[in-house]
Each structure stands twice: as C-alpha cells, then as structure tokens.
Nanobody, 116 residues
C-alpha cells in the first residue's frame, strides 16, 4: 500500500522556521522525483520545490528561493522541506508528491500557519 505521510506542520510566527517531513512507503522511493506543493484557501495548488530521484538537482518557486530548501534521504525514504524566514503568505496546506513516469502519488497534507 502506497503511503506518503507528511509531518512537521504547525503554527509559527513571522520569521520563524519549520521543517516538514514526508515519509514514503509502498513504492521504490529512490526512483521517484519528489515535490512539495502548497494550497492556500481560495487558491490553486502550487509547486513549492522539487528534487530529482537521486537528489542531484532541485528547483524552487521564486517566492521561496533563499528561504526554503528541499532535500531527501533515500535510505530513510523521506523527503524534507526546511522553511526559514516564514511569512504570513506561506500559510497553506503543504502536500508531498511523488512522480515516476505517469505514476503520481499524493500525501494527505499538513497545515502550516504563519502568524503576523
């Protein structure tokens, strides 16, 4: 059974930090590109950061460059999102995503709320 379980969300003040984790199981994690997406109320889901299967290349949305870092540990089947200098506009539900060819898995999401 495929599972992506996000954790690490919560309430933080502006300028604070959080580290999200996504634990994967039920598929060959090291073969999949992993991404973090987010969706704020009333807005479309947007890509935050992506990392290739071996972790050699990453991409981030312009809005989080210099503040967020995506990483992965293939030995632990886990992908991370380190979020620093958080802003109220970062408030959203954050989702973990795994992609390989046409196969696409999603986690259930974790809420991040940044208070001003």
């Amino acid at each position: 059974q495929v599972q992506l379980v996000e954790s690490g969300g919560g309430l933080v003040q502006t300028g604070g930090s959080l580290r999200l984790s996504c634990a994967a199981s039920g598929f060959t994690f090291s073969s999949y590109a992993m991404s973090w997406y987010r969706q704020a109320p009333g807005k479309e889901r947007e890509l935050v950061a992506k990392i290739t299967s071996a972790g050699r290349s990453t991409n981030r949305a312009d809005s989080v460059k210099g503040r967020f870092t995506i990483s992965r540990d293939n030995a632990k089947n886990t992908v991370y999102l380190q979020m620093n200098s958080l802003k109220p506009e970062d408030t959203a539900v954050y989702y973990c995503n795994a992609v390989w060819t046409y196969i696409n898995y999603w986690g259930q999401g974790t809420q991040v709320t940044v208070s001003s």
